[in-house]
């Protein structure tokens, strides 16, 4: 099945520094989603960005898609100590509203 | 509020005791699914729900079981659990095939 892809796998910066995060997937898609996982907990829906869209805004989140090359990043801005997680892009496939996901970005922002 | 909420958050059990986990969502969402996630593995689907009564397979279903006669819970069965089921898991709910998925908090389950 076709898998996102993240890069990088780990990321580290200082605080106030942004963070752009990628993924990559294989085949078409309906939409692209991005989560952010507090260590051990559940994923908190971040942003949709659906297929026929290139960029979405929602407060320091902004996200891009290119279809074209099949790839999508997300990018924090001004990033806090309160972002350290890990982040995962999904891909939603078909109609049964299956997530295929990526292995993840872990985020460490140092205050 | 809007919620998933899962139960129990945490389990230690040995091999072959049946378990179930439950779920339940209070948004009236016709699509629901469970995840595992493991280690350099990532997130996983192990079954799906589109409506009550309809179940089908993800990509990780054997050993487990599903079904959902209410559309608010949709719990997971674990028939006879074996250590390499030892794996957090995720339920999930989403309102169509094209939404955002809304996640419970996780069920940590060690199977020894």
Redesign the interface.
């Known amino acids: 099945s076709q898998q996102g892809e993240e890069d990088p796998q780990a990321l580290s910066i200082q605080e106030g520094e942004n963070a752009t995060m990628n993924c990559s997937y294989k085949t078409s898609i309906n939409n692209l989603q991005w989560y952010r996982q507090n260590s051990g907990r559940g994923l908190v829906h971040l942003i949709l960005i659906r297929s026929n869209e290139r960029e979405k805004h929602s407060g320091r989140l902004r996200v891009t898609l290119d279809t074209s090359k099949k790839s999508s990043s997300l990018l924090i801005t001004a990033s806090r100590a309160a972002d350290t997680a890990s982040y995962f892009c999904a891909i939603s496939e078909g109609n049964t509203g299956k997530l295929i996901f990526g292995q993840g970005t872990t985020l460490q922002v140092k205050p | 509020e809007a919620q998933?909420t899962q139960n129990p958050r945490y389990l230690i059990t040995v091999t072959g005791k049946k378990l179930t986990v439950t779920c339940s969502q209070n948004m009236n969402h016709e699509?629901m699914?469970w995840?595992r996630q493991d280690p350099?593995l990532?997130?996983?689907?192990i079954y799906?729900s589109?409506n009550v009564e309809v179940t089908?397979k993800?990509?990780v279903p054997e050993g487990y079981k599903v079904s959902r006669k209410e559309k608010r819970n949709f719990p997971l069965i674990l028939e006879s659990p074996s250590p390499n089921q030892t794996s957090?898991y995720?339920c999930?709910s989403?309102e169509?095939?094209?939404?955002?998925?809304?996640?419970?908090?996780?069920t940590?389950l060690t199977v020894v």
């Open positions: 998933v699509y699914s995840y350099g990532g997130l996983r689907q799906y589109m089908d993800g990509d957090l995720f999930a989403h169509t095939e094209y939404t955002e998925a809304f996640f419970g908090q996780g940590r």
